[in-house]
């Protein structure tokens, strides 16, 4: 049973997927999902599973926190594993269940069965508001830092248009 830090009053009866997302500034911020949420988001969207190599998935498996005895009982082909998308990752994805299939998978040259939320899915499946913010504050952020290191904006924001004075001047450092 994972501790859930008392000023988050939620109840959960199923299982948890907590990921700590390191910033840059050395700092992390972590988010925990309700994988029967997530199951239940995928069922009521009709969200089809489809086969997907386990190397397609891999990137998003934090394999230091597997328990590396129970992916060698696991098998991958039982069970659908679900997959989120998640933009602020380089590999635009995370693995909210299914990582020790995913990693065994992988090991065997196997492929899963997976379902794939879309990125408002995934906020849904969060266990609470608190980290819904959290992801909020990380995107802003990470888009903000975007624009004034290199001038470019990024695609969510086509209507901020930089003036020539703000194109000229350097970087903030």
Known sequence: MRVIPARIRTVV????????FDLISGGHYRLLWDV????????RSHVLPKTIPATDLLDG??????DMSH???VDPS??????????LLPEGFVVIDGNHRVYRAYHMGASVSAVTLNESQMLDALLH???????????NISRWVTIE???NI??????????????SQPPLT
Not at 13 to 20: F, H
Not at 61 to 66: I, R, S
Not at 129 to 139: E, G, S
């Open 78 to 87: 039982q069970g659908t594993v679900i997959v989120a998308e998640f933009p």
């Open 154 to 167: 990024p695609s969510p924001y086509p209507w901020m248009k930089l003036s020539p004075d703000d194109l």
């Open 129 to 139: 508001d608190r980290f819904r913010l959290y992801y909020a504050i990380h995107w």
């Open 61 to 66: 498996v934090v394999t230091k926190d597997l």
């Open 36 to 43: 029967d949420q997530a199951q239940k988001i995928a069922s």
């Open 71 to 73: 992916t060698n009982n």
């Open 149 to 151: 290191v290199t001038g």
């Open 13 to 20: 009866t199923g299982e948890i997927y907590e990921r700590i």
